[in-house]
Each structure stands twice: as C-alpha cells, then as structure tokens.
C-alpha cells in the first residue's frame, strides 16, 4: 500500500486546488480522480467570476490558487460588471475557453512538486483507516466529488444515473459506493440539483437580430495578467417572449421540477427557464446570453435557459427565441440530482468534526458555482496538509475574506437549496475587495507556504495602488467597518467546548437544542447566527461557558 500524507477525491475546480494546496503546503499528495477530462472541467458554463464570485477568486490569487492564473490564460471576452458603482460591489466577469481552461490546469498539476496524479475510480473507501482502493493510505483524506455523488440526470421522462455530459456525447458514470460510505458513517446526505441549458450551434444563429454585448478593452486580470493571451471574441443577448412563455406553461406538467419526477432542491439564484416563467408572469421576457464555449468552438451555451424539459419540448420553445429560429441544437438541456453532506458537521477548516483527518469541499458541502468549490477546494487542501504535517492550519473568517463568509455561512447556517456567493452576504464588503484581497491575505499565504515571495510582490505590486485610493474614498465607511470587525472578533474568540451540553438552559426552546447539539458552533459569533437564537440565549450559553460548562 502506497503512503500519502494527503488523498484528494476528485478531479474538478475543489479537487485540483485542494491538491495544489496541500502539495504547496509540503505534503506529499495524491489527486484521484475518474479521467483526465476531469481536469478543470467546466462541465455547465465556460465562465469565471461576477459579483461575490471575483472576490473569491482575488482571495484565491492571493493564496497561490490555480483558478485566477488560469482564468487569466484561458479568457476570450472579459468584462467588469457595476463598472460605474463602487468598487466594493464591481466584479470582473471572463467568459473562458473550456479546452485552453483545462490545459492550462494540467500544466500547473505537472509542474507542482509533492503531487502524483492517478486517473482510477473509487471503489472501496474506508474513512476510518484512510484508505482508497486498498492500494493507497494517507493521515488525511479530501472528498471534493461534485455532482458525481449518486449523480441522476433528468430530461423529461429520461432518467440517467450519470455524473456530467461530456463533450462527446457520452454520459460520466456516478459514484454510489461514496454515498453508501458517507451514509454508514453516520452522515445526513441532502439531495439537491442543478441545471444546464441545451448547447446551439454558433453559425446556425442569427446574430444580427441579436444585441452585441462587447468586452473590455484593455481590461482587469483575476491574477497578474498573462501576456500571450490575446484572444478576443464576442458575445450577445437576446430574449425570450410571450411565445416561448406559452409554450411553457401549456407544458409545464411534462416538467420534471413540477410533475414531482425531480424532488432535489435547485438554486434559487439561478433557476430555470421554466421556474422563472411560473414564479415570475409578470416579467414578460427574460434575458438570454449567447456566448461562446470557447474561441475556436462551434458551440455557443445560452446562458439563462437552462432546463429539465424533453428534448422535444425544449425545440420547440428555443426556436421561438428571437435569433434562435433556425438554430441547430448539438445536445438538449438537462438537469442532474447529486448528494451532499450537511456542511454543519464540519469545522472551519473543512475537516469533519466526528472523523479527524477527513475533509470535505466543493458541492458535496451543498454550494453551486466553480468559484465557490475552488476556494474550498483550496481552504480543505491547504489544512489537510497542515493536519498530516502538523502545522499551522489556514483559517478564514468573515471579517478578512468572503472565502470566509462562505465556509462560515454552509458551516453554520447549513444550506437548504446550492448555495451561491454574492457580496450582499458579507457584511463587512466594503473591506472585503478584489483590489485589496492581497494586501489582506497575501502575508499570511507567504508565512503558511502557499505562495512564493516573488508571487507575493508581483500581485501586491498590481493591486497596492489601487486597493490605497478605494480606501481613501470609502475611509468613514472603512473605518466604521473595522470598529464592528473588532466588536465581532471578541465574540470569535470565544471558544465553545467540544462537549458543552446545551440541554437544560433556561431561554433555550427544545427546537434550539436541537440545532446547536447538532450543529455544535465553534465560538459565541457562529453560536449568534443559528437561526432562532436571541440575546437572552446567547447570555445563558455566555454564563455556563464561564461557570465551567457546569
């Protein structure tokens, strides 16, 4: 049996950035995953960033990630979105070309030291001993198997246990053996679901009916930049109508959201074209964004439209889009159901609070969006090391970092649909931008080993300036911000004992038990978000914890 310090499960953005990290950490380390297409594999929309989303990935440059120099090498049309709002709500937007994406994610895993990568499914699992397969061993194990997970793809009345729809047509198989391990190790697994739309055909659309949506000219980077790219292509918009809305509601019973065939609960933020004409009739057309899945591509991927409908539904409706007349459909839309954990056994390191060792990130924490299981991805990684070497952890809260207002929300609140990031969930946003996510992460990245020195400067270098003059314009705001940061990191510091016993305290109601012996909040700050807490609660946790828990 083959000894690693670290085993990462899976191949997609949480697993490549979970084993960069760990291997950057020094730990000897090990990326298992089904094939080398799972790579960097941008299985739904070719994209990187927008609000919420591009300050994670500035978060992410700092901390040495794979995502932002990748990004930065793979984009073929970028934008800067609110460009005319403040800073702290901008985010920067690239459509990215899915091949030279992967390639350039295959480059950084072969040029990491510390990392050997093996292309071979899981097919024994043992949690408790860390071993995979029977041939590999480690002191620390990282599950990052997105929507592989009991994986089950819906298109009307076609039903595929399957993990994604590759380029070719073929259909990846899912993973059960994982699901059973996690469920006879005492794991609650949620059953939630995502969407795609149908991929068209780029020369067999109309684009002269359609609205030209034009990149940026120069624009930002997610990274330092990369010189060689010099791709530029276009995007467009157009909408749905009346029509196509008619279509769908006089078939809306064949929808598998709505005929009860689909029980998983899909993303709120991002629904489908069928969810958003029968929650919204009053919005009488939608928008729809043609763009392309990448620069030499023959594809273009209409971003807004995703669906569960049956093929033949689905052509009918398309065609009835202004642009989409006569398009050709290369693969129909389709929605997948996965399994996840409850993100509340875990602590803010990632790792499991009842299996030391074992560490989970991406959508099997029960988040949706590349970017969001990237910046796990990194966070399970980097202390994944940390525990097998016996080192400094990495530790995010949501006073520095919105990669920390994301582990603390799904840590603390859990999740009831795919969580997705916007900067309307972090209250401190105003300190937490892309401009200064080096100036806030870039030293403790260099002091843990995840970024070199010389990488530090360059980033520091483009940003500094920036990040300085935003500040100045926002100094009340900033200010301000930091004396609550201050009030915030009291309570943070107080720890809560593993084996504090919240039975039996006046001004806790038996629901709130429940919740917190479940939950078991790390400090006072995560114990005050639990839904239904009051400060009379917190005041009698507050009591015991300083009476000795007695």
């Known amino acids: 049996m083959k000894k690693y310090d670290v085993i990462i499960i899976g191949g997609g953005h949480a697993g490549t950035e979970a084993a960069t990290a760990s291997a950057r950490r020094g730990a000897k380390t090990l990326l298992l995953t089904m094939r080398e297409s799972d790579i960097g594999a941008m299985s739904c929309n070719p994209s990187i960033g927008g609000p919420g989303k591009s300050q994670m990935v500035a978060e992410m440059a700092a901390l040495g990630g794979v995502m932002p120099f990748a990004a930065d090498s793979s984009g073929i049309h970028w934008r800067t979105l ?185 993303p709120r933020y991002c629904p489908s074209l069928e969810d958003k004409v029968m929650r919204f009739p009053e919005h009488k057309t939608h928008h729809v964004f043609l763009e392309p899945e990448g620069f030499n591509s023959d594809l273009i991927y209409p971003n807004g439209i995703s669906t569960s409908f049956g093929s033949d539904i689905q052509d009918k409706w398309i065609r009835t889009i202004k642009g989409l007349e006569n398009c050709r459909i290369a693969r129909f839309g389709y929605a997948i159901e996965y399994d996840a954990i409850d993100a509340r056994v875990l602590k803010n390191t990632l790792e499991s609070k009842d299996y030391t060792g074992l560490f989970f990130a991406g959508q099997i924490n029960g988040t949706s969006g590349y970017e969001e299981a990237a910046a796990q991805g990194l966070i399970a990684g980097s202390n994944a090391a940390a525990y097998a070497l016996n080192i400094e952890p990495l530790i995010l809260d949501r006073t520095n970092s ?38 806030r992460l870039g030293e403790t990245a260099e002091k843990l080993g995840l970024i070199t020195k010389d990488l530090h400067k360059k980033i520091k270098k483009l940003r500094e300036a920036t990040a300085k003059e935003n500040d100045k314009f926002y100094a009340g705001y900033i200010s301000r911000n930091e004396r609550e940061i201050a009030n915030y990191k009291k309570d943070s510091e107080l720890k809560i004992p593993k084996d504090f016993k919240y039975t039996n305290l006046p001004g806790l109601t038996n629901e709130l038990i429940e919740k917190l012996t479940k939950t078991r909040p790390e400090n006072i700050a995560a114990l005050s978000r639990i839904p239904g807490m009051t400060p009379a609660g917190i005041m009698v946790v507050l009591r015991k914890i300083k009476c000795g828990n007695k």
């Open 402 to 439: 919105m990669i920390g207002v994301l582990i603390d929300d799904i840590t603390t609140l859990g999740v009831d649909e795919p969580y997705r990031m916007f900067t309307s969930r972090a209250e401190y946003r105003l300190n937490l931008r892309s401009d200064n996510a080096v100036l």
């Open 82 to 266: 609110n460009a005319t709002h403040g800073a702290a709500t901008q985010a920067l937007r690239a459509q990215i070309d899915r091949n030279f994406y992967h390639d350039a994610v295959m480059k950084i895993l072969k040029e990491t030291k510390n990392l050997d990568v093996i292309f071979e499914s899981v097919v024994d699992l043992n949690l408790k001993n860390k071993t995979v397969n029977k041939k590999y061993s480690a002191t620390s194990i990282v599950l990052t198997t997105g929507t592989f997970l009991g994986g089950l793809v819906t298109r009307g009345k076609e039903k595929i246990p399957s993990g994604r729809l590759m380029d070719d047509g073929q259909y990846q198989e899912n993973d059960t053996h994982i699901s059973k391990v996690l469920k006879d190790a005492g794991f609650e697994l949620l059953r939630l679901k995502t969407g795609t739309p149908a991929r068209i055909y780029r020369d067999s659309i109309d684009f002269s009916v359609c609205e030209e949506q034009p990149g940026d000219t120069p624009h930002d980077w997610f990274g330092i930049g990369d010189k060689n790219n010099k791709y530029n292509t276009k995007c467009f918009i157009t909408h749905t109508n009346e029509t196509t809305h008619e279509i769908i509601r006089k078939n809306i019973k064949k929808a598998p959201m709505y005929n009860g065939d689909i029980t998983g609960l899909g």
